[in-house]
């Protein structure tokens, strides 16, 4: 009798399953973004029963002996809300703030995001480059009162406007500053230019848990240097296991933003994000300082200025964060191979960028590691309304073995005005003291 009920129950077990796999094929063809997702889900979700344990060096009874009872292990939350190219459209820029919960529909801070932000290019191909810098700045100042943060990078453009570069400048666009030098001013000296200088970096690390530090804590950490494996170019996954630090289960539990991607073979990566950011800064510096060359067109192209460094050049270059569009265009498998070395190299789990765009909507590839979400929301483009999402939870688990077990759970989302797209959902069981101010 009982063993019958459980052979039941096994046929229906096993019914579901071929079913949800049928689900899966028949839709293939029909929404392939959509079931990309899903698979990715799927995939996901049938290791989700056993979630992988990991074991922090530190968790040896001492140190969980050391946790005092008076701080108790509290579940922690975190909500990330990342948006794309907008190339001067405040309108719709409003659109995708409102709809992603980061602002009311006066365009105010709401506090539902614990951090906003944006991958650059906020400028050109449109007119509303003053009004959303100046938003920008607003939408910081805002934040920071209620514990938010905004992070702001700059663009390619950004960085071709600060050289003089003006080749996807509206000529109405100029109008709204009152004339060529004033805009020149503007975005060196001025508001805009300041803004930049102090509140714009090239890219930035963010950790999921503050067990890591505040925003931008570089990785690897200056007092834990992480020795890398030379790359042979032979052996990707030989080389990757060496990557990850294995006595820090958390060390990895960061995000990186830039604008336009991260390449496996830029000489900068590590430590990140500071040495790219140092060499970001040092670059504007020497263009907003330098005398305005006549912008191009009509005049010929500036460059950059003499005494540009070797390594700010290629900061500037093809391959470096404002340019790169490998991870748009690389195959399947050659980016899902070098992607795990950026991972590595950076202290983090994906990677978040914008620059190419796909009209459709939010592009994710390789499970997830990398986001692509630039999907032209200016009306110059005409391209999909759209923000990523990124919930985070940390939650204790009771055991009886009085050991500090937590489920780490990430939610990753692409949000559009009319639906929303699960991409990532993962969860892992991991065991340590972590302790952490809160913010
Ligand atoms: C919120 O929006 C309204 C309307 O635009 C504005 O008057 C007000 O100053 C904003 N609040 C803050 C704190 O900026
Ligand atoms: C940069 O951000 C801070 C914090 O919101 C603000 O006080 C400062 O004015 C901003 N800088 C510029 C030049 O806008
Ligand atoms: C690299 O290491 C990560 C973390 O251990 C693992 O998830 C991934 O599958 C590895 N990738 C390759 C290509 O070996």
């Given at each position: 009798?009982?063993?019958?009920?459980f052979?039941?129950l096994?046929?229906?077990?096993?019914?579901?399953y071929?079913?949800?796999?049928?689900?899966?094929?028949?839709?293939?063809?029909?929404?392939?973004?959509?079931?990309?997702?899903?698979?990715?889900?799927?995939?996901?979700?049938s290791?989700?029963?056993?979630?992988?344990?990991?074991?922090?060096e530190?968790?040896?009874?001492?140190?969980?002996?050391?946790?005092t009872?008076?701080s108790?292990?509290?579940?922690?939350?975190?909500?990330?809300?990342a948006?794309?190219?907008?190339h001067g459209?405040?309108?719709?820029?409003?659109?995708?703030?409102?709809?992603s919960?980061?602002?009311?529909?006066?365009?105010?801070?709401?506090?539902?995001?614990?951090?906003?932000?944006?991958?650059?290019?906020i400028?050109?191909r449109?007119?509303?480059?003053?009004?959303?810098?100046?938003w920008?700045?607003?939408?910081?100042?805002?934040?920071?009162?209620?514990?938010g943060v905004?992070?702001?990078?700059?663009?390619?453009?950004?960085v071709?406007?600060?050289i003089?570069?003006?080749?996807?400048?509206?000529?109405?666009?100029?109008?709204?500053?009152?004339?060529?030098a004033a805009?020149?001013?503007?975005?060196?000296?001025g508001?805009?230019?300041?803004?930049?200088?102090?509140?714009?970096?090239a890219?930035?690390?963010?950790?999921?848990?503050?067990?890591?530090?505040?925003?931008?804590t570089?990785?690897?950490?200056?007092?834990?240097?992480?020795?890398?494996?030379?790359?042979?170019?032979?052996?990707?996954?030989?080389?990757?296991?060496?990557y990850?630090?294995a006595?820090?289960?958390?060390?990895?539990s960061?995000?990186?933003?830039?604008?336009?991607?991260?390449?496996?073979?830029?000489?900068?990566l590590?430590?990140?994000?500071?040495?790219?950011?140092?060499l970001?800064?040092?670059?504007?510096?020497?263009?907003?300082?330098?005398?305005?060359?006549?912008?191009?067109?009509?005049?010929?192209?500036?460059?950059?200025?003499h005494?540009t460094?070797?390594?700010?050049v290629e900061l500037?270059?093809?391959?470096?964060?404002?340019?790169?569009?490998g991870?748009a265009?690389d195959?399947?498998?050659?980016?899902?191979?070098d992607?795990?070395?950026?991972?590595a190299?950076?202290?983090?789990?994906?990677?978040?960028?914008?620059?190419?765009?796909?009209?459709?909507?939010?592009?994710?590839?390789c499970n997830g590691?990398?986001?692509?979400?630039?999907t032209?929301?200016?009306?110059?483009?005409?391209?999909?309304?759209?923000?990523l999402?990124?919930?985070?939870t940390?939650?204790?688990?009771?055991?009886?073995?009085?050991e500090?077990?937590?489920?780490?759970?990430?939610?990753?989302?692409?949000?559009?005005v009319?639906?929303?797209?699960i991409?990532?959902?993962?969860?892992?069981e991991?065991v340590?003291?972590f302790?952490?101010?809160?913010?």
């Amino acid at each position: 009798m009982a063993s019958s009920r459980f052979l039941a129950l096994l046929a229906v077990l096993i019914g579901l399953y071929f079913a949800s796999r049928f689900e899966l094929h028949k839709t293939l063809g029909v929404h392939e973004r959509a079931t990309a997702a899903f698979s990715s889900i799927f995939r996901q979700a049938s290791t989700e029963q056993t979630p992988e344990v990991v074991i922090a060096e530190q968790n040896s009874q001492e140190a969980f002996k050391s946790a005092t009872p008076s701080s108790p292990r509290r579940p922690f939350t975190r909500h990330i809300v990342a948006v794309g190219d907008l190339h001067g459209d405040l309108g719709n820029a409003q659109t995708v703030l409102q709809f992603s919960g980061v602002v009311d529909s006066f365009g105010n801070w709401t506090g539902d995001a614990d951090f906003f932000v944006q991958t650059g290019d906020i400028i050109d191909r449109g007119d509303d480059t003053i009004k959303l810098f100046t938003w920008m700045e607003s939408l910081r100042a805002q934040a920071a009162k209620v514990g938010g943060v905004v992070l702001s990078h700059l663009g390619n453009h950004e960085v071709m406007n600060a050289i003089g570069d003006w080749r996807y400048v509206y000529p109405s666009e100029i109008e709204t500053f009152g004339s060529v030098a004033a805009r020149q001013k503007m975005i060196t000296t001025g508001r805009i230019g300041r803004a930049w200088a102090q509140n714009y970096t090239a890219t930035s690390r963010l950790p999921l848990h503050p067990h890591l530090g505040p925003p931008n804590t570089p990785f690897p950490p200056p007092d834990h240097p992480v020795h890398f494996k030379k790359d042979d170019g032979e052996d990707g996954e030989e080389e990757n296991s060496s990557y990850y630090d294995a006595n820090e289960p958390l060390s990895h539990s960061a995000l990186s933003f830039v604008h336009g991607g991260l390449s496996p073979t830029y000489s900068n990566l590590a430590p990140f994000p500071t040495k790219i950011n140092a060499l970001s800064s040092s670059l504007l510096h020497r263009l907003q300082s330098r005398p305005q060359p006549p912008p191009h067109p009509p005049s010929p192209y500036p460059g950059l200025p003499h005494g540009t460094t070797h390594e700010e050049v290629e900061l500037y270059d093809a391959n470096g964060p404002f340019w790169y569009r490998g991870w748009a265009t690389d195959s399947e498998a050659k980016a899902c191979v070098d992607v795990e070395k950026v991972l590595a190299r950076t202290g983090t789990r994906r990677m978040i960028m914008g620059h190419t765009p796909d009209f459709t909507g939010i592009v994710s590839r390789c499970n997830g590691k990398i986001i692509i979400i630039d999907t032209g929301i200016s009306h110059a483009y005409g391209g999909a309304l759209s923000a990523l999402s990124i919930h985070y939870t940390f939650t204790p688990v009771d055991n009886e073995a009085g050991e500090p077990r937590w489920i780490e759970r990430e939610v990753v989302s692409a949000l559009y005005v009319d639906r929303q797209e699960i991409i990532v959902d993962q969860e892992r069981e991991v065991v340590g003291d972590f302790r952490f101010n809160e913010v």
